[in-house]
């Protein structure tokens, strides 16, 4: 499975941005698809899973209530709508896509990454 984030940019305190993950190769149906985040000299981080079915979304606790994650397998592409963004969401925000269920903050579990989007917001 090869993956494509893409839908970063710059945008002030406050606004949306979506991003997308494109997948290719094969069907994205199966795995659950993830998307982490990381920030100048800081570890990469979990954001926000979907399972393959969407019937569980799971969030990191800075992201409740502002980002939501969902994913259409007939289209092979997953976003992560990003809403009330802040200057501290700043970071490259990255998909990834793994078979497994369980633990869906552990990066080990993500076979496959994307290259990476940046989003910059402005204070």
């Known amino acids: 499975v090869q993956l494509q984030a893409s839908g970063g940019g710059l945008v002030k305190a406050g606004g949306s941005l979506k991003l997308s993950c494109a997948a290719s190769g094969r069907a994205l149906s199966s795995y659950t698809v993830g998307w982490f985040r990381q920030a100048p000299g800081k570890d990469r981080e979990f954001v926000a899973a979907?399972?393959?079915?969407?019937?569980?979304?799971y969030y990191a606790d800075f992201v409740k209530d502002r980002f939501t994650i969902s994913r259409d397998n007939a289209k092979m592409t997953g976003w992560l709508q990003m809403n009330s963004l802040k200057p501290e969401d700043t970071a490259v925000y990255y998909c990834a896509a793994g078979s497994f269920v369980g633990d869906y903050d552990a990066q080990s579990l993500y076979k496959y990454w994307g290259q990476g989007t940046q989003v910059t917001v402005s204070s």
């Open positions: 979907i399972n393959w079915s969407s019937s569980g979304l």
